[in-house]
């Protein structure tokens, strides 16, 4: 089970890897040296998570569908080819939008949506194999493998991609992309090699649990503490993750710091994680998980405000020390909350309410992508400063941390249980699907 665990996590690793270029460069790129809205380039960023509620249909679809005996591996290759070939195009759709905007905004949607497409379809196949090879006992070392190998593939392409690209320079942009595409192809191909098991045609796959919108929603909104819990996963994820397309054009402004410099802060803030990880699986069991969640929820708050006042004062330390506290309350934060995730469910109804905490994170991963670039431009405009923009953006997402700290006191695992348990609410739940 040893060698499928790192092939899994070499496709989980693949699969993410092809985010970076997108996240940490062109993103620098499109908005500092070419001047495009950030709106514009969020809009773009957004469509792994518009497309995200088609993941359920595809879950069920390769569930009733296998190609060629294989019900994970077709899927998982078709996204990781869509994945490729959007980051492979992507620098070409860059120069394209800055030269015939409409044009442009054409390639960008086909480009963007292929990679977008290819995430989701990878994304759901990969983990859904990930929990049938795994099995209930081992899922949880196969998951600590695939996001402890990915958090290393992320920070070894952001040191790659700032050594390929010091400048900004089309032809190296180019070859850039292409060879972080051609790795991640690569290592999703490897990872792939006799992963799955061959299945006859004729085998039906076991019946699994499926749930509506509406019995997610009366899951959700008939417990107090479900209710909180999911705004606060909002709050939290939408801050933590917003900041995602701004860091690297943030710095240019701010700072004048060359392509190279900005592609290695997604290694720096990774490699902070990945401690925090560590630090993480250390505290569990040794401490209650919700001081450990605030640990590194007033870690990424701290963070926030640093990085507000190296604005403010243009100080590149102030900088580093913010993208470091950042990186390292992420880390702790998504670790814990993860935990606290999996303790607020009931047995009888775990993919209900996973599939609930799932759709909080999809959501706040759009609303904190559009809302920093939609913000970003309109503080810009009503400043006239650029880096203004940013900062208010910055501070916003501070506000967000903060009131999430203050919710996570008001979320009681046991009240939540013990309402969770109620004959009468397990009763309305189950109604909702008549």
Request: aromatic letters at 10%.
């Amino acid at each position: 089970m040893l060698l499928k665990r790192l092939q899994l996590a070499l496709i989980h690793t693949a699969v993410a890897m092809t985010l970076v270029p997108i996240n940490s460069t062109l993103n620098r790129v499109m908005i500092f040296d070419l001047g495009i809205s950030k709106t514009l380039f969020t809009l773009l960023a957004i469509f792994p998570y518009l497309l995200s509620p088609i993941q359920v249909a595809i879950g069920s679809f390769s569930d009733r569908h296998p190609i060629f005996g294989y019900r994970r591996s077709p899927y998982i290759l078709a996204g990781l080819l869509l994945c490729v070939l959007g980051v492979a195009v992507s620098p070409q759709v860059a120069i394209l939008i800055s030269e015939n905007f409409t044009l442009g905004i054409l390639a960008g949607v086909l480009s963007f949506g292929a990679w977008g497409m290819g995430y989701n379809l990878s994304a759901v196949s990969y983990l859904s194999l990930a929990s049938e090879l795994s099995g209930e006992k081992g899922r949880g070392k196969t998951i600590a493998t695939m996001f402890t190998l990915m958090v290393f593939g992320l920070i070894a392409t952001g040191i790659a991609l700032s050594r390929l690209v010091p400048t900004f320079d089309l032809v190296s942009l180019e070859r850039a992309f292409l060879i972080v595409a051609a790795s991640a192809l690569t290592l999703g191909l490897i990872g792939l090699f006799k992963l799955e098991p061959h299945v006859s045609l004729s085998s039906s796959p076991a019946k699994a649990d499926t749930y509506t919108v509406k019995q997610m929603t009366a899951a959700i909104t008939e417990n107090r503490v479900a209710k909180i819990f999911f705004v606060y996963l909002l709050l939290l994820l939408a801050a933590i993750l917003g900041q995602d397309v701004l860091l690297e054009p943030f710095a240019a402004q701010a700072f004048g710091m060359s392509l190279a410099q900005t592609s290695r802060i997604v290694s720096i803030t990774n490699s902070f994680t990945l401690i925090a990880f560590i630090i993480a699986g250390i505290l569990d069991g040794r401490i209650k998980k919700k001081y450990v969640a605030q640990m590194g929820n007033l870690g990424a708050l701290l963070g926030f405000i640093t990085i507000v006042i190296s604005g403010f004062t243009a100080s590149t330390s102030a900088f580093y020390i913010g993208i470091t506290l950042l990186g390292f309350g992420t880390g702790i934060s998504t670790i814990a909350n993860l935990s606290l995730m999996f303790d607020l469910t009931v047995p009888e109804k775990v993919g209900l309410y996973i599939g609930a905490w799932g759709f909080s994170n999809g959501l706040s991963r759009l609303v904190g992508l559009l809302m920093a670039g939609v913000v970003a431009d309109v503080a810009t405009q009503v400043t006239g400063d650029a880096l203004h923009g940013y900062l208010v953006v910055f501070g916003i997402e501070a506000l967000m941390l903060f009131v999430a700290a203050i919710m996570l006191y008001r979320i009681d695992i046991a009240a939540f249980q013990k309402k969770a348990h109620e004959p009468a609410f397990v009763d309305k739940v189950a109604a909702v699907a008549d």
